[in-house]
Nanobody, 126 residues
Framework: LVRLVESGGGSVQAGGSVKLFCAAS????????LGWFRQVSGKEREGVAA????????YYTDSVKDRFTISQDSANHTLYLQMNSLKAEDTGMYIC???????????????????YGQGTQVTVSS
């Protein structure tokens, strides 16, 4: 059974930085698409960033480009999301996702991913 466990969330002032961690129960080389989604109460989950093929390609939603960086450390079975220059609208529950298949064109489709964690909350105050 694949488990993904997120950590690193918390409260931060606008303009600050947070680094999120997603620990996987197995070798991340088994997953060809890894990513982060953001969930805000009352709204659909939003794809924030994705990473394919061991990091050969990355994807970002427009609102986080040049501020967020997705990366992985296969040796430690960990996926990261470095979040800089945070804004109030970045607030939400951040959910780690993974799939053994490659990242599709529609990588923002949460239903595509077979594995996901419970999430870690990030709250940005202005």
């Amino acid at each position: 059974l694949v488990r993904l466990v997120e950590s690193g969330g918390g409260s931060v002032q606008a303009g600050g930085s947070v680094k999120l961690f997603c620990a996987a129960s197995e070798d991340m080389a088994e997953f060809n698409c890894l990513g982060w989604f953001r969930q805000v109460s009352g709204k659909e989950r939003e794809g924030v960033a994705a990473l394919s093929g061991g990091g050969s390609r990355t994807y970002y939603t427009d609102s986080v480009k040049d501020r967020f960086t997705i990366s992985q450390d296969s040796a430690n079975h960990t996926l990261y999301l470095q979040m800089n220059s945070l804004k109030a609208e970045d607030t939400g529950m951040y959910i780690c996702v993974a799939d053994r298949r490659g990242c599709p064109t529609m990588w923002r489709n949460f239903a595509y991913y077979n594995y996901y964690g419970q999430g870690t909350q990030v709250t940005v105050s202005s």
